[in-house]
């Protein structure tokens, strides 16, 4: 039996990169999976795929979010799977970080999570299962010069400890994954940060890059029954050395935590 067989799953920002490669795996593990992204061309090839189904979602619309929930729900009769993935980057240093381009982040980066949780998870409680994966990042824990994309993801990581104490009574698990510096077209438009990768790549025990199945994998375990008694976790797909004795893999697993 295939990993995900009959799950029906959301991957935001399904349309490329990362999620893209999600919604591969999740459909090839026997998932229907929706694939919601802002970019309507990429839907309609996502549209395309076996068991893939595209929708238009805009995350930092809490509105949006609520009637995506809801179609979901009229076509397919539930939702088990939630991988907040869609998000933004940016390199503007501390003096050109602006209100409105602040807001702009923490809207997409955030609040998108927040909003995915808070009209996806009733309707998992209600049926006394689910698992939601949130894609953080490394920066959230270390200081990188990403000043509000840290404090973005460092705001899904407060997040996703917050709801798994709340949800856990109902079945419902939320973990999360915090990526490294990933090969995908949002990291290859990085210029001023050309640097700091190269160092982030010495400073790596692999010496590479990550790859998008390096996390699609890691969302992949988080989704499935296997990691059934897992919620409130931190995962790094991969190590980052003289950055921060933190960064490594933490599981918290039924009130014990492991570092590793």
């Not at 009959?6 to 593990?29: R, Y």
């Not at 397919?76 to 982040?105: H, P, R």
């Not at 050309?194 to 994998?217: F, S």
Request: with cysteine.
């Amino acid at each position: 039996m295939k990993r995900l067989e009959n799950k029906v799953t959301i991957i935001t920002g399904g349309a490329s990169g990362i999620g893209e490669k999600m919604v591969d795996l999740f459909a090839l593990e026997g998932a229907t999976v929706i694939a919601a992204d802002i970019n309507e061309d990429a839907l309609n090839q996502a549209d395309q795929k076996e068991n893939v189904t595209g929708m238009k979602l805009d995350v930092s619309s809490d509105e949006a979010w609520e009637q995506l929930a809801k179609d979901v729900i009229g076509r397919f009769g539930k939702i088990d799977i939630l991988v907040n993935n869609a998000s933004i980057s940016s390199e503007k240093s501390f003096k050109d970080i602006t209100s409105d381009y602040w807001q702009l982040m923490m809207s997409i980066n955030s609040f998108g999570s927040f909003a995915g949780i808070r009209h996806v998870a009733p309707y998992m409680a209600e049926t006394g299962r689910g698992s939601i994966i949130n894609i953080s990042s490394y920066t959230a824990q270390i200081g990188q010069r990403f000043n509000h994309y840290s404090a973005a993801k460092g705001a899904v990581r407060a997040l996703s400890k917050a709801t798994a104490t709340q949800f856990g009574k109902s079945g419902v698990r939320v973990n999360a994954l915090f990526t490294g510096i990933i090969e995908t077209p949002m990291t290859a438009a990085l210029d001023e940060s050309k640097a700091l990768v190269e160092q982030l790549v010495q400073d790596t025990p692999l010496q590479r890059l990550g790859k998008p199945e390096d996390i699609t994998n890691a969302a992949l375990y988080f989704a499935s029954d296997e990691s059934s008694y897992i919620t409130g976790a931190e995962s790094y797909p991969e190590k980052v050395t003289g950055l921060s004795n933190s960064v490594g893999s933490i599981y918290e697993l039924h009130g014990c935590r492991q570092i590793v």
